[in-house]
């Protein structure tokens, strides 16, 4: 079975979780047919950059019902399922030197197999070597019609300036605690199991703003097998428990020792 955050991953916008700044721009932009040919997606691990990339790709491709993207048809399902012959994910980490961009250049040349868009999101753009950045310059200056490149990062003052100028920049924020056990309160609804409002609020705030943390806490409650409660998870991430914490706290706040 695939972990929780591979089956939570949104298929449609109105499933994304905050960063209305950005996806309300996108999906009316791609409504009405304005596609950009280079974003730049910048912002903290795991708060929607991959997602939203994908559901960039699932868009320009789906080939079922409005809205789109529809989620079921061969594209969109091919898109969830990481096989899309026209959606290349890229690790940048480890495919950042000239030769790998050069190899992607001639492949951008060529026409879309299933005849839709090529979108190619390269995951940890700021790893790039400075050659390899200026290798993918000449493409993002002049792309093919059918080809829209997604760069994304953790670390957008590492990507050079000549590539920021000839991309659409959007910056994605840290998910706030409430939005996270909302999320994750579906979820736990979905998957069977009774979770406590106070647990799922503390879980949103250990994940530090990443929905994939949130999620990836909530599966490690989840194979225990039984109710989620703010006990159990104080328990199991070794926390002390919530009356201390607060008693804690309330002693730094009064500058008592």
């Not at 939570?8 to 040919?37: F, N, T």
């Amino acid at each position: 079975m695939s972990a929780i955050y591979q089956r939570a991953r949104p298929v449609r916008w109105e499933d994304v979780v905050g960063q209305e700044h950005v996806k309300d721009v996108l999906k009316a932009a791609l409504e009405q047919g304005r596609v950009g040919h280079a974003y730049l997606f910048s912002g903290p691990r795991g708060v929607g950059k991959t997602t939203t990339a994908r559901l960039i790709a699932m868009t320009a491709n789906c080939t079922g019902p409005m809205p789109k993207p529809c989620g079921e048809c061969e594209s969109c399902l091919s898109v969830r399922a990481g096989s899309h012959p026209d959606v290349m994910e890229i690790d940048a980490a480890s495919n950042n030197s000239v030769d790998d961009v050069r190899d992607l250049r001639e492949k951008v040349g060529l026409a879309a197999m299933r005849g839709g868009k090529k979108i190619y999101i390269l995951d940890e753009a700021h790893m790039m070597s400075r050659a390899a950045f200026n290798a993918l310059l000449k493409t993002l200056e002049e792309p093919p019609g059918h080809v829209i490149f997604i760069l994304a990062t953790t670390e957008p003052e590492k990507i050079i300036p000549t590539i920021l100028s000839r991309c659409q920049h959007y910056r994605f924020r840290r998910l706030t605690p409430e939005e996270i056990a909302g999320k994750l309160a579906g979820l736990a609804q979905r998957e069977g199991v009774r979770a406590e409002g106070d647990a799922l609020q503390l879980i949103g705030r250990l994940a530090d703003g990443a929905m994939r943390d949130g999620e990836s806490l909530l599966e490690r409650m989840l194979a225990a097998g039984t109710a989620v409660t703010r006990a159990g998870v104080e328990e199991a991430l070794g926390l002390p428990p919530g009356e201390r914490v607060r008693g804690i706290a309330a002693a730094l706040v009064s500058g008592e020792k």
